[in-house]
């Protein structure tokens, strides 16, 4: 079983609804969580960083840390096409040691106009 | 300010062959770190540059070894390719401070197909 689980998807939905984002994992020692956004032939874009539980607001992204129950989600309001991409969790543990991130497998976004 | 760059973008090798990947960091950014790429495992951490040092390592046999010069620019090395070494090779840079966020900045990756 991978340390980090993410659905695949695709994940299709139509321009303005709200994309539904998660990911689980199963190492405790994870505090920081983070998601990218991947397009096409290019290199992983960061688009949300949350140290530990709790919400965070960027604009139309939001992401929540739910430790207790090892579960992290991205919410994504008024989709654009623009946002259809593979998006990815990603987490790593305590700074001391140095940087590992572990990510989940990523799911694929088409937003339809 | 310029992003992190990779060269080359493209890698065409054969069995048996090696390969040697560059890395050039965001400027002032110490930490270099590797991740491969491939549809079945998707990314996974090969390894970690800090100050020339390799601070941390991921699953990977030792055909794949890396370095880092003093300007912070790294390569990776793979050697005795195998057709399962084909994959997206991506490098990731942040000042690799501890004790706080640290975000890692992707480049665009090098991508590796090996026949």
């Known amino acids: 079983q991978k340390e980090v689980e993410q659905d695949p998807g695709p994940l299709s939905v139509p321009e303005g609804a709200i994309v539904s984002l998660n990911c689980t994992y199963s190492?405790?020692?994870?505090?920081?969580f983070m998601w990218y956004r991947q397009y096409s032939r290019k290199g992983p874009e960061l688009l949300m960083y949350t140290y530990s539980s709790g919400n965070k607001e960027d604009g139309r992204f939001t992401a929540q840390v739910d430790k207790s129950s090892k579960y992290i989600s991205l919410f994504i309001r008024d989709s654009q096409p623009s946002d259809s991409a593979t998006y990815l969790c990603?987490?790593?543990?305590?700074?001391?040691?140095?940087?590992?991130?572990?990510f989940g497998g990523g799911t694929r976004v088409l937003v339809k106009p | 300010k310029a992003g992190v760059t990779q060269t080359p973008r493209y890698l065409i090798k054969t069995r048996g062959q090696q390969v040697t990947l560059s890395c050039s960091p965001i400027?002032?950014?110490?930490?270099v770190s590797w991740y491969q790429q491939t549809p079945g495992q998707g990314l996974q951490f090969l390894f970690e540059y800090f100050s020339e040092t390799q601070r941390n390592k991921g699953n990977f046999p030792g055909r794949f070894s890396g370095r880092q010069f003093s300007n912070s620019r790294s390569e990776m090395n793979v050697s005795t390719l195998e057709l399962g070494d084909s994959a997206l090779y991506l490098c990731?840079?942040?000042?690799?401070?501890?004790?706080?966020?640290?975000?890692?900045?992707f480049g665009p990756g090098t991508r590796l197909t090996v026949l």
């Open positions: 990603a987490m790593s543990a305590i700074k001391a040691a140095g940087n590992k991130l572990t």
């Open positions: 190492n405790s020692a994870f505090q920081y």
């Open positions: 400027s002032g950014h110490r930490s």
């Open positions: 990731a840079s942040s000042l690799g401070t501890s004790g706080s966020a640290d975000t890692q900045y």
